[in-house]
Nanobody, 114 residues
């Protein structure tokens, strides 16, 4: 059973930074492109960043230049460094494979105050 556990969220003022981490169980990790998703209040879940097994990254336009995704295959972790946070970044953040094939974890809440 694949498990994804996200952590690192919190409350931060606009302009601040947070670093999210996701630990994945199972040997699938190194073979999969992974992604960070978010779901804001009243919005659909969206993919904000993804990274291939070879660490090629891609970003949604809304976070490009502010967020950085990285991965550590030895530790089965994928991280999201978020800088210059804006109130519109407020959401529950989740990790999953880029094609969202695994059960969703509980996510981690990020709240950005203005």
């Amino acid at each position: 059973q694949v498990q994804l556990v996200e952590s690192g969220g919190g409350l931060v003022q606009a302009g601040g930074s947070l670093r999210l981490s996701c630990v994945a169980s199972g040997s699938f990790f190194i073979f999969n492109a992974m992604g960070w998703y978010r779901q804001g209040p009243g919005k659909q879940r969206e993919l904000v960043a993804s990274i291939t097994s070879g660490s090629y990254a891609n970003y949604a336009d809304s976070v490009k230049g502010r967020f950085t995704i990285s991965r550590d295959n030895a530790r089965n972790t994928v991280s999201l460094q978020m800088n210059s946070l804006k109130p519109e970044d407020t959401a529950v953040y989740y990790c999953n494979s880029r094609d969202a094939q695994f059960p969703w974890g509980q996510g981690t809440q990020v709240t950005v105050s203005s």
